[in-house]
T-cell receptor, first 112, second 114 residues
Framework: DADVTQTPRNRITKTGKRIMLECSQT?????MYWYRQDPGLGLRLIYY???????NKGEISDGYSVSRQAQAKFSLSLESAIPNQTALYFC???????????FGPGTRLTVL | AQSVTQLGSHVSVSEGALVLLRCNYS??????LFWYVQYPNQGLQLLLK??????LVKGINGFEAEFKKSETSFHLTKPSAHMSDAAEYFC????????????FGSGTRLSIRP
């Protein structure tokens, strides 16, 4: 089984709709992250959380919100989706002891 | 602030040829540096990382990278390209020692010609 899972894997929605992307992990890591990937721009950090009570904005948090429901779950919400939020979204996890982040398979979101 | 620059958004090499993907970083503190690979329709996978130990770092699938402080570079190489190496490669720098915040480069797409 995958250590970091994301649901859904693909989603097409319309402008103005509320969307939630979910991330779960079985690695036991305390730190979780949400990135978006756009062609030619690499990955940009949206939000990150170092534990259940700690939520921090990243580079591009406008238009997004997150919820850390448990150590293993970190959700990303788009309250009112717009077309320029069409992108590939990745969840990642890490802990203090391992100098790397572990990524989920990604969610491809299209906003029409 | 830390940043990463990857030179060349697309690199094409022949199968069996040397692979060289360039990465330069900017950091005010000793950096932790990473190379990640993304195969089509997949997430990112760590290839290798530099964490202030040996300057020549060996990774998976025959890749290696050399940390050169004087040149602020961390180029990725592989002596002989294989068709399966076709993917997107991302260089990244960490703001801290625990990979808690990673800044990614814009990526380099590697194509392999038969």
């Amino acid at each position: 089984d995958a250590d970091v899972t994301q649901t859904p894997r693909n989603r097409i929605t319309k402008t103005g709709k509320r969307i939630m992307l979910e991330c779960s992990q079985t690695k036991g890591h305390d730190r979780m992250y949400w990135y978006r990937q756009d062609p030619g721009l690499g990955l940009r950090l949206i939000y990150y959380s170092f534990d259940v009570k700690d939520i921090n904005k990243g580079e591009i948090s406008d238009g997004y919100s997150v919820s850390r429901q448990a150590q293993a779950k970190f959700s990303l919400s788009l309250e009112s989706a717009i077309p320029n939020q069409t992108a590939l979204y990745f969840c990642a996890t890490s802990d203090f002891y391992h100098n790397e982040q572990f990524f989920g398979p990604g969610t491809r979101l299209t906003v029409l | 602030a830390q940043s990463v620059t990857q030179l060349g958004s697309h690199v094409s090499v022949s199968e069996g040829a040397l692979v060289l993907l360039r990465c330069n970083y900017s950091s005010s503190v000793p950096p932790y540096l990473f190379w990640y690979v993304q195969y089509p329709n997949q997430g990112l996978q760590l290839l290798l990382k530099y964490t202030s130990a040996a300057t020549l770092v060996k990774g998976i699938n025959g890749f290696e990278a050399e940390f050169k402080k004087s040149e602020t570079s961390f180029h990725l190489t592989k002596p002989s390209a294989h068709m399966s190496d076709a993917a997107e490669y991302f260089c990244a720098v960490s703001e801290g020692s625990s990979a808690s915040k990673i800044i990614f480069g814009s990526g380099t797409r590697l194509s392999i010609r038969p």
